[in-house]
Nanobody, 124 residues
Framework: QVQLVESGGGLVQAGGSLRLSCAAS????????MAWFRQAPGKEREIAAA????????YYVDSVKGRFIISRDNTKNTVYLQMNSLKPEDTAVYYC?????????????????WGQGTQVTVSS
């Protein structure tokens, strides 16, 4: 059974930092692409960042470029999202997702497995 378990969310002031983690089990982690999606209240889910199976290729949505860093440790079956210079508009539930094809996709429908989400709240 595949499980993706996020952690690291919380409440932070604008300008602060948080590091999200997503621990995966039940899949061949070193062959899947991973992504962080987010969904704010009343808004559609959007991709924040993604990383291919090896970590060599990453993608960031324009609104987080230069502030967020996605990384992975295939020895620990874990993907991370380092979030710096946080803004109130980053407030959302953040979900990690796995794509068995191993390649980055911006489309949520391409991802096979999803975590339960972790809340990130940025106060102004």
């Amino acid at each position: 059974q595949v499980q993706l378990v996020e952690s690291g969310g919380g409440l932070v002031q604008a300008g602060g930092s948080l590091r999200l983690s997503c621990a995966a089990s039940g899949l061949m982690f070193n062959s899947v692409a991973m992504a962080w999606f987010r969904q704010a209240p009343g808004k559609e889910r959007e991709i924040a960042a993604a990383i291919n199976w090896s970590g060599a290729t990453t993608y960031y949505v324009d609104s987080v470029k230069g502030r967020f860093i996605i990384s992975r440790d295939n020895t620990k079956n874990t993907v991370y999202l380092q979030m710096n210079s946080l803004k109130p508009e980053d407030t959302a539930v953040y979900y990690c997702a796995a794509d068995g094809r191993g390649r980055i996709s911006q489309e949520g429908r391409r991802y096979d497995y999803w975590g339960q989400g972790t809340q990130v709240t940025v106060s102004s």
